[in-house]
């Protein structure tokens, strides 16, 4: 069966009677198959902020209202809605001259419009012509694709162990049902437990619905669909590693959007599992996640295969909608393969500082930019470009060779906060939306002269994969401070020992690590800092010395979870403070080393003595398993029975042995 087309109609400034029209036409339509977004809730209309939460459900009409605001993630999330026939109604305003980002959407809506009858751009003079929907359900049989991907999906768990599949698609070529359509089938065959986890538990709605629809009898309850004695359970990322509940499968959906740490964790705690990611959507780093994992799955599961989905099922082949939102967000921009032979020497290579009316002019600028910053960050979103073009104070310098841009850095200027600002911020009585640096360092650091500093933050660094490893971030990095005139750099990410040292080495101190844990990262964030005057080296003093005072309690609190080598790394670049050990506490640290002096009347000198040795040769001797212990035991204050199940011991008495012959190693 041939598909009818899906349409768009682009409306720039229509007058009062238009949206009258508009709201009537809407009002029309199957109230479960419509849908308008706007800047705001009202009797109408949802919030653009709400995009997500429909993900999964079919539309035939669809109303985008941008005239006041315009959110390009929430364009790009809700494009996947519209079925074959369905019609969009893009509203944008007349004058687009305050955001770059909407000039270059507009530019784009007309090219499109010239060359393909699905667009049309109507002007305010026209007559509005009435959007003709023409629904069209997808068919209900399993395409082949699909059933190849089934397939696919019931062999991880028939097959060899350790083999993974990834799934890849596009959006809109029913992989999530296949991943839904999978589940139903196996726990028809007697599978007990299948697990389900995403950056979020909306992504995987449309998992539920086609499980649901497979097995009718079955019931959906909180996070779970249960059937007989069998459950197919979604569980966020970090709730699935703290807890690693025992599955028969594991169903990782939108793996691109879960940071590469978290998946390779995945990967050795459950040995039959399904990575499935869009390559080209709203979700953003799909493109750079099939790069990125596939030199993780090689090293860890040599044996895993692929699959990908091409059939569109929502939509005909060659749709133009599709091909408009793909070319208006780069959802489909990729990374070209550098021929290292035809690349110039690398002394004429050059840095150059490319402003947002550069960007605009240049679409193959922001087409290299966006697809470098997509490969270097699972979190890139279509909204990213936006922010380049449009966001104010904001920095972007690049490393190029000819037409080539090889590694690129944003920068944000921050600060300074007027004094009665900063003193709200400072006292919890107001939170400010951008100002991360600022804000953190009054709000959590307790530093109350923060707000009278410039920041210069960075917000993302990227450099071309064929180049990484060469020294090319460090270098464009002191490029960037010979540029820039402030008080303080600074950067804020999710913390990992690779990039912890990575900004370690470039100078950069820790100031302020966050206090939860990130859901999708399942890591904490860390501020760091880097004074390039006299006045910012006396800031990021004072906030080194009061993470120091505050780092045992830390540890011992909302740090708990942090890895051993964060701790011992971040532990180092901290200034010392009062650790001496007097010759009563050490007198008690060699009794319970050489002796059998109880850990419970010891503790508190074995903590003060193990902070005097943590940063010593002798310390980074010890194996993994001891420097753990001693870490986890007296500076995070796990209790004894945490240990032993976290290190499979024997039991305690093992614990006490090991954790004696650690201390006797450093005495």
């Keep these: 069966m041939t598909l009818p087309s899906r349409r768009c109609l682009i409306l720039s400034d229509p007058q009062a009677e238009h949206w009258q029209q508009i709201e009537a036409w809407f009002l029309q339509h199957d109230e479960q198959r419509r849908l308008w977004l706007a800047a705001e809730d009202d009797v109408v209309a949802r919030s653009q902020r709400r995009a997500q939460d429909y993900l999964g459900q079919e539309l035939d009409l669809l109303v985008f209202d941008g005239s006041e605001l315009l959110r390009a993630d929430s364009l790009a999330a809700i494009f996947g809605c519209l079925c074959a026939g369905g019609v969009l109604l893009l509203i944008l305003p007349a004058q687009p001259k305050q955001s770059r980002w909407q000039q270059r959407l507009q530019n784009i809506a007309r090219q499109c419009a010239l060359d393909s009858d699905a667009i049309q751009w109507w002007q305010s003079s ?35 162990r350790r083999r993974p599949l990834v799934l890849t698609a596009d959006r809109g070529r029913g992989k999530s049902a296949a991943l839904g359509m999978a589940a139903a089938q196996l726990m028809q065959q007697g599978r007990k437990v299948i697990g389900l986890t995403a950056p979020s538990k909306a992504s995987v709605a449309s998992v539920f619905k086609h499980a649901l629809q497979a097995l009718p009898d079955a019931q959906f309850q909180a996070d779970t669909l249960y059937w007989q004695d069998r459950q197919l359970q979604f569980i966020p990322p970090d709730r699935l590693l703290a ?361 508190f000198s074995l903590q003060r003595w193990l902070w005097s040795r943590l940063n010593t040769p002798e310390f980074a001797k010890l194996s993994q398993q001891q420097q753990a212990i001693l870490v986890r035991l007296l500076l995070q204050q796990w209790s004894q029975a945490e240990l032993v199940e976290a290190l499979a011991l024997p039991g305690k008495n093992t614990l006490l042995q090991q954790c004696r012959q650690a201390v006797q190693l450093l005495l």
């Design 126 to 160: 026209q007559k509005l012509p009435e959007p003709q929907c023409h629904p069209s359900s997808p068919a209900e049989s399993v395409t082949l694709d699909q059933q190849q991907a089934i397939t696919a999906i019931e062999k991880v768990l028939t097959g060899h």
């Design 243 to 603: 807890e690693q509940p025992v599955l028969d499968l594991l169903l990782v959906d939108e793996a691109a959007a879960i940071p590469m740490p978290m998946l390779t964790e995945m990967l050795n705690q459950y040995s039959r599992i399904v990575f499935s990611s869009t390559v080209h959507g709203y979700e953003g780093s799909g493109r750079g996640f099939a790069t990125r994992f596939r030199q993780c799955l090689d090293q860890h599961a040599p044996g895993w295969h692929s699959h990908s989905l091409h059939t569109p099922i929502r939509w005909a082949a060659n749709d133009q909608l599709e091909a408009f939102s793909f070319r208006a967000l780069l959802l489909d921009a990729e990374l070209a393969e550098l021929d290292m032979k035809t690349l110039p020497d690398r002394s004429e290579w050059h840095y150059v500082e490319i402003s947002a009316d550069d960007l605009l002019a240049n679409e193959a600028y922001c087409q290299q930019i966006s697809t470098l910053l997509v490969q270097a960050h699972y979190r890139t979103r279509p909204s990213d470009l936006q922010l380049l073009l449009d966001q104010p104070d904001l920095r972007l310098f690049v490393l190029q060779a000819d037409e080539q841009i090889l590694a690129c850095l944003w920068l944000v200027a921050e600060g300074p906060l007027n004094t009665e600002l900063a003193d709200a911020v400072y006292a919890g009585e107001r939170r400010l939306k951008g100002e991360l640096l600022p804000q953190t360092l009054l709000a959590h650091a307790g530093l109350p002269d923060a707000g009278q500093y410039h920041y210069q933050r960075i917000v993302r660094i990227a450099v071309h994969p064929n180049l990484q490893g060469r020294g090319l971030g460090t270098s464009l990095l002191q490029q960037v401070e010979t540029e820039l005139d402030t008080e303080m750099l600074g950067t804020s990410f999710a913390l990992s020992e690779p990039l912890l040292r990575f900004w370690l080495a470039n100078g950069y101190q820790p100031v302020r690590p966050g206090l939860t844990v990130d859901h999708v990262s399942g890591r904490q964030a860390l501020v760091m800092l880097k004074a390039v005057s006299t006045s910012g080296q006396q800031l990021l003093q004072q906030a080194q010395t009061r993470l120091a005072q505050q780092w045992p309690y830390l540890l011992s609190q909302s740090l708990r979870q942090l890895p051993v080598a964060e701790v011992v790394l971040l532990s180092g670049q901290l200034p010392v403070t009062d650790v001496l050990v007097d010759p009563l506490q050490q007198q008690e640290v060699e009794a319970f080393a050489l002796r059998q002096r109880g850990l419970a009347f010891s503790q």
